[in-house]
Structure formats: structure tokens, C-alpha cells
Nanobody, 116 residues
Framework: QVRLVESGGGLVHAGGSLRLSCAAP????????MGWYRQAPGKERELVGT???????IYGDSVKGRFTSSRDYVKKTISLQMTMLKPEDTGVYYC??????????WGQGTQVTVSP
């Protein structure tokens, strides 16, 4: 079974940058979609960004122009470069992967905290 292992995250001041990475050890093929979601305290999980195996990207409105996702199709990883961070970006960030016709796969989550 494919599992996702996240790294990165932590505490940063507003205006700063962070980079998250996610690997899929044991994956034989690349997921059709990989991406990131986040959940702030008391709020629902929301889309940050996804990339298909064809390279098409989607970003949530609140992060457009500030966050960039990229995939390494050889290493089967995805990264999220976050810039111009805001306190409202604080939350648990989850790596996501999807193989068509199979259940969604989620990472364990990594905390990102942006101080004012």
C-alpha cells in the first residue's frame, strides 16, 4: 500500500518562506494526482494545490501567486514552495495522492505556523 511521508513545515514569521516535501516510498507508479490540502483549527480542510501526472496544476484562491507546487516524476515526490506567508496560512498541511479508481491517500500532516 502506498503511503505518503511529509517533511518540512515549522514556524516562520509573516512574509517568510517555507518548503514542504512529500514522498511516496513504495509507489511503483506515479499517482495520477498529487497535491496539498490544509486545515486550520476549527475550519474544514481546503485545497492548497494539486498537480496531475500530465503537469496540470490547480491552486486554491487564497494561495495563488504565493505558493508553487512541483513534482519529481522520477523520485515520485511533490514539493510545495510557500512564499509571502501570512498568519492565515497557519494550519496542518496534508500531502495527497490519487490513483484513479482507488481511494484517496493522505499523509500524516505537518504543522505550519506563521506568526504575525
Amino acid at each position: 500500500q502506498v503511503r505518503l511521508v511529509e517533511s518540512g513545515g515549522g514556524l516562520v514569521h509573516a512574509g517568510g518562506s517555507l518548503r514542504l516535501s512529500c514522498a511516496a516510498p513504495g509507489a511503483i507508479t506515479n499517482p495520477n494526482v498529487m497535491g496539498w490540502y490544509r486545515q486550520a483549527p476549527g475550519k474544514e480542510r481546503e485545497l492548497v494545490g494539486t498537480i496531475t501526472d500530465g503537469g496540470s496544476t490547480i491552486y486554491g484562491d487564497s494561495v495563488k501567486g504565493r505558493f508553487t507546487s512541483s513534482r519529481d516524476y522520477v523520485k515520485k515526490t511533490i514539493s510545495l514552495q510557500m512564499t509571502m506567508l501570512k498568519p492565515e496560512d497557519t494550519g496542518v498541511y496534508y500531502c495527497y495522492a490519487k490513483y484513479l479508481r482507488y481511494p484517496d491517500i493522505w499523509g500524516q500532516g505537518t504543522q505550519v505556523t506563521v506568526s504575525p
